[in-house]
């Protein structure tokens, strides 16, 4: 099993999980926050089509993570697996789309790849974030969430690979020229994590299995990826490697 960003941040977010191997491969994408020439292009870095996508995963219905998500389904003939609340919310746009809903807790086989929501605390309808297998190896994805509880913990503990929010550094969002109403809903309890809390979720986990951890979600006006990195050093082993998803390149295939 394998995973790449197309990019990852607040313009933007898109993630592309593989398993398999030759003509049982299966390939899904999860969330589609970019236009759809340039999820053509960056796909194409990668090595990959569209048409070759088994679906699209959504996480819920914020521009950067859904706004060419019913596009590139109709262009191509994709399902589309969301929340209820998700779908409500963004039912509008979804004429022509296969649409599918998905539970907390309720495994979905797709192809080669197994998939299990689970519930977050963020500012929209009916949020979800992923964890994917192969059935060996496991993939823990958590973009958008303003707080940990002990259903993320459970959900992402013991993965072999992990895509986790690194949102802000609390002080350069305080002294940041955001409004306050802002500055209050990114730092709330359904806002996106900063640094330290992201450190602390981290801390929290069975990291046994943990191979690579990827920091995703980084502000660009609010954070940097040195003092991202000064907080997962003070808690992953040197064995495990650590990388930053940018906005504009993401990141390439990576193994689990």
């Known amino acids: 099993m394998r995973f790449a960003s197309l990019g990852s941040g607040s313009e933007g977010n898109a ?3 593989s398993a398999g191997a030759g003509s049982s491969s299966t390939h899904l994408m999860l969330d589609c926050g970019f236009v759809l020439r340039e999820v053509e292009k960056r796909m194409a870095r990668l090595q990959l089509n569209p048409s070759e996508l088994a679906g699209i995963l959504v996480t819920h219905e914020h521009s950067d993570h ?3 998500v019913f596009k590139l389904a109709r262009r191509y003939q994709l399902p589309v697996w969301l ?3 998700t779908w409500a919310a963004t039912r509008s746009h979804s004429d022509g789309v296969d649409v599918r809903i998905c539970r907390d807790g309720e495994a979905l086989a797709i192809g080669e790849l197994e998939i299990r929501p689970f519930t977050v605390p963020h500012d929209s309808r009916e949020p979800l974030q992923f964890v994917a297998s192969d059935g060996i190896r496991k993939l823990g994805v958590l973009t958008d969430i303003g707080q940990t509880t002990p259903h993320v913990r459970s959900a992402l503990s013991g993965c072999d690979a992990l895509l986790l929010e690194f949102n802000h550094d609390s002080e350069m969002l305080a002294n940041s020229a955001y409004p306050p109403f802002l500055k209050s809903r990114i730092a709330g309890p359904l806002g ?3 640094n330290e809390h992201s ?5 929290s986990l069975d990291r ?3 191979k690579r951890l990827v920091a995703a979600h980084l502000s660009q006006k609010n954070n940097s990826p040195e003092l991202v990195r000064l907080e997962i050093d003070k808690i992953v082993d040197k064995d495990v490697e650590v990388l930053i998803a940018g906005q504009d390149q993401g990141f390439d295939w990576l193994d689990c």
Do not use: D, F
Not at 199 to 203: D, F, N, R, T, V
């Open 15 to 17: 993630l592309l999980i």
């Open 66 to 68: 859904v706004g060419g």
């Open 83 to 85: 929340s209820h609340g």
């Open 192 to 194: 996106h994590l900063s």
């Open 199 to 203: 450190a602390e979720l981290l801390s």
């Open 208 to 210: 046994s299995k943990l």
